[in-house]
């Protein structure tokens, strides 16, 4: 039996993820699989140095299958050969957010109970402060790769069904929850997105998302190695490297979130820039503004937004390439092998064009909240994900995002969607960053709040609630508006709405409505 690229099946029954590379070093040894600072590996290096890693796992640390291992620190050659040797023994990588504080990763560190606290060189410091608090051993990442006299790993005992990723959610309130993936939906991820972005081992995909996200590894990372492509692996975000790679590098396709968008967007090089050799753009993980995609759209590059959650692995919807700039907003169809649904607080299906809960299942979703079997029976339902997110579905089968469950504002017995707010509100001109939240209120149970961030000379309060004249029903419209220095967010950029909600409370109208 056979299958694509990488084998999904061969002697001796199911393979792991990390045989995607025996087989391309096999095939096309000295193709480059990887670009990442200094480091420059073909498929055959990339094979060996996984091997080697292994080995030292095992041999020097005593991994073995099912063993947890925690890895702190910036994009790195040595995370991605340590992905493909936790796949090699059957072990679990618990990848951990740089930019959380030392409390937020001892508490992951000490909830996942990892075998090693494996870091970057950059990471040292934080990573020891975490490893004394959690009692957990400390390996520096590149330590790893060094040559040594370890002999090679264990015959292969894992399977595809192992676990393979832990991954910690952000959230905006309570304690992060770790998301668990195993080997297979790391697999079926892959051949969703190959369909997606339409992968080939011709192209050549930038990584600029950080690979303590699900979105940095298997959007387009791991399905580029699945099917033998390059990838070149960014330590971080720089917007005038990124404008540069894309105009030089021979790359293809890239993933960027609508922040590092706005930052490519305000960079001197953008308006001048031309990218030769890109076929596509791919944005998601929010919503995304319309003028962003327009943008790219107008320059004939594809613009395509890809929807889901940490829980689906993370891709669950998308726009194709050639549907792109005629469905600009939208979030596309389900994914191959992807079912979704829009369902009522009854659990029914919606008709067309009314919002519900955005339901999902498939073969690339989490099977599990690692340690927390209540919250993973909250969230599902009959093998669906609920998201927690509101969408509709057109009579032509499109999805489109409305905003987030857990947001939505109950007003006098009407649902109001933040998101729908403020896509108006990224329309006007002098503000820099705007949420809509909702405030008690005596007579409605809930009012609309616009929470905003002005430049100087930017609107004052009354020009920005004009900006819903004639947009929205007027039940609708925020009833008061609140200024701040910058928007609170949390450790991965996101905006903290509950914070947003307690400032509003706060604030009276007379005090808020005013620059």
């Known amino acids: ?25 096999t ?9 990442a600072g200094e480091t420059r590996w073909t498929y055959g290096d990339l094979c060996q140095a996984v091997e080697a890693m292994a080995g030292a796992l095992n041999q020097r640390h005593g991994v073995i299958r099912g063993d947890r291992m925690a890895y702190l620190g910036a994009n790195s050659a040595d995370e991605v050969a340590l992905f493909f040797a936790a796949a090699r023994l059957g072990a679990v990588v618990v990848p951990l957010n740089w930019r959380l504080s030392v409390d937020e990763l001892a508490f992951i560190v000490g909830n996942a109970a990892p075998r090693l606290l494996i870091h970057g060189t950059e990471s040292a410091s934080a990573a020891a402060q975490v490893a004394r608090r959690t009692g957990t051993p400390l390996v ?4 790893l790769l060094k040559p040594g006299d370890d002999p090679p790993p264990p015959p292969r005992q894992a399977a595809l069904s192992d676990p393979f990723l832990i991954v910690y959610t952000s959230g905006t309130t309570g304690r992060p929850k770790g998301a668990v993936l195993t080997q297979e939906a790391v697999l079926w991820n892959a051949l969703i997105s190959l369909h997606a972005h339409d992968l080939t081992a011709e192209d050549h995909t930038l990584n600029v998302l950080p690979l303590f996200h699900v979105g940095g590894i298997n959007i387009q990372m791991m399905p580029s190695f699945f099917v033998g492509a390059t990838v070149t692996l960014s330590a971080g975000f720089d917007p005038g490297a990124v404008i540069d790679a894309l105009a030089r590098s021979g790359i293809t396709t890239t993933v960027c979130v609508p922040t590092m968008m706005r930052a490519l967007m305000a960079h001197p090089a953008w308006e001048g820039a031309t990218f030769p050799t890109m076929r596509m753009l791919n944005t998601g993980s929010t919503d995304v503004p319309v003028d962003i995609l327009q943008a790219v759209n107008d320059r004939g590059i594809p613009m395509v937004q890809v929807y889901g959650a940490t829980e689906t692995g993370p891709i669950a919807t998308y726009q194709r390439a050639a549907e792109a700039a005629a469905t600009v907003g939208s979030i596309g169809r389900p994914g191959a092998h992807v079912d979704v649904r829009i369902v009522d607080p009854e659990g029914r299906d919606c008709p067309p064009d009314t919002p519900g809960e955005i339901w999902v299942r498939g073969p690339n979703m989490f099977s599990q909240y690692w340690d927390d079997a209540d919250a993973t029976e909250a969230a599902l339902s009959d093998g669906w994900f609920r998201t927690g997110d509101v969408g509709r579905r057109d009579a032509g089968g499109l999805l489109w995002f409305v905003g987030r469950l857990k947001h939505v504002i109950i007003s006098g017995g009407e649902n109001i969607y933040p998101a729908e707010l403020e896509r108006i509100l990224e329309t006007l001109h002098g503000l ?14 809930e009012v609309p709040v616009v929470v905003a961030v002005s430049t100087a000379g930017g609107p004052d309060a009354r020009g920005v609630l004009a900006a819903f004249d004639d947009q929205i029903a007027r039940f609708k419209w925020p009833k008061d508006v609140v200024f701040l220095d910058a928007l609170p967010r949390n450790a991965l950029g996101k905006v903290e709405v509950d914070t947003l909600r307690a400032i509003a409370a706060r604030v009276s109208e007379n005090g808020a409505a005013s620059k």
């Open 432 to 445: 820099t960053e705007a949420a809509v939240v909702g405030r008690p209120d005596a007579r409605w149970g």
């Open 1 to 25: 039996m056979t299958a694509a690229p990488g084998g999904v099946v061969g002697r001796g029954g199911a393979r792991t993820l990390d045989t995607w590379l025996e087989t391309h070093a």
């Open 140 to 143: 520096c990442g590149p330590e």
């Open 27 to 35: 095939h096309q040894p000295d193709k480059t699989a990887l670009i």
